[in-house]
């Protein structure tokens, strides 16, 4: 449901006065503790339409104006085949929030169900990735911003955990493998996809929810679902079970697992030096 429509500089008065506790601090604490963006970057942030994605640029936005670091912004969509009212609404949400973004066709949602009918997710995923760092390099960027946030992390260690058996959390940065020289960074580390939810609503915005065509990740969506549904259960009696998770990938202690691998693969067994 579309709101009244606040004006784009009352958006951002709300996300550093009314939002400071819940969006702008735990945005700028991961910038600082992660070291995420330094002078003279030039920052691809990646806009799905989401709710997100689009929380993220207005962050930027503001980092650029209010903060001490000199560094440049792109802002750029990438229109993978949505159907025409979607890719009207992605511009309306970026015009609403006053985001000169770039929007690029390709066709990501076809060809990857041409390649894999069965399982087009995984590679949609792929070459959606692949996507955006070829074309943050293109503009001249060497940061790659895309909108995970806090429960997006702790979900994806609890679906490792239950269903990949392996421990593997969402890193805040990362550098490409295929892109030498850029970088991947996930500013919105330690903001609750609930305040997301409240800023994007009280923005008057209606964000693109789930607009792929082909709906297929019904898997992998109903295990995250679920997994989300586990954590607020748990959140009643322990409120602090997501901060507990996230805390796990900094208390890991090689001494109390049975294997571990290191960053090319190799594998070391407690018992290689028991
Ligand atoms: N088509 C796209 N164009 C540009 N960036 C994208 C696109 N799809 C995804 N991204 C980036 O990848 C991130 C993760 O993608 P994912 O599909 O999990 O998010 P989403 O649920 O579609 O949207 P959002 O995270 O914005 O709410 C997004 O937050 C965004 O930064």
């Given at each position: 449901m579309i709101q009244t429509q606040p004006s784009v500089q009352d958006i951002e008065r709300s996300l550093i006065k009314g939002y400071r506790r819940y969006i702008w601090r735990p945005f700028t604490r991961a910038i600082n503790e992660f070291e995420m963006v330094t002078d003279g970057d030039k920052i691809a942030v990646a806009i799905s339409g989401g709710k997100d994605s689009l929380t993220l640029a207005k962050c930027f936005q503001e980092l650029r104006r209010h903060g001490k670091m000199h560094f440049d912004l792109e802002f750029i969509a990438m229109d993978?085949?949505?159907?025409p009212e979607k890719r009207r609404l992605l511009e309306i949400d970026c015009d609403a929030l006053g985001i000169p973004v770039k929007i690029h066709d390709s066709n990501i949602f076809e060809a990857s169900q041409t390649m894999d009918?069965?399982?087009?997710c995984y590679l949609c995923a792929r070459m959606r990735r692949g996507n955006l760092y070829a074309k943050a390099r293109e503009l001249g960027c060497n940061k790659l911003a895309l909108g995970h946030h806090f429960d997006d992390v702790i979900e994806t260690v609890l679906l490792n955990v239950l269903f990949g058996a392996n421990y593997k959390t969402m890193m805040p940065k990362l550098r490409s493998a295929n892109f030498e020289g850029l970088e991947l960074i996930r500013p919105?580390?330690?903001?609750r996809e609930a305040s997301v939810k409240n800023f994007v609503a009280h923005a008057g915005i209606e964000p693109l929810d789930c607009?792929?065509?082909?709906?297929?990740?019904k898997e992998e969506g109903s295990m995250r679902a679920y997994i989300k549904g586990l954590i607020q259960q748990i959140e009643k009696k322990n409120p602090n079970v997501g901060i507990s998770i996230l805390r796990s990938a900094q208390n890991v202690e090689l001494g109390a697992v049975l294997e571990y691998k290191d960053k090319q693969g190799e594998r070391t067994s407690f018992l290689d030096n028991y």
């Open positions: 993978p085949g949505y159907i009918a069965q399982n087009p919105l580390y330690y903001v607009a792929c065509v082909v709906s297929a990740n």
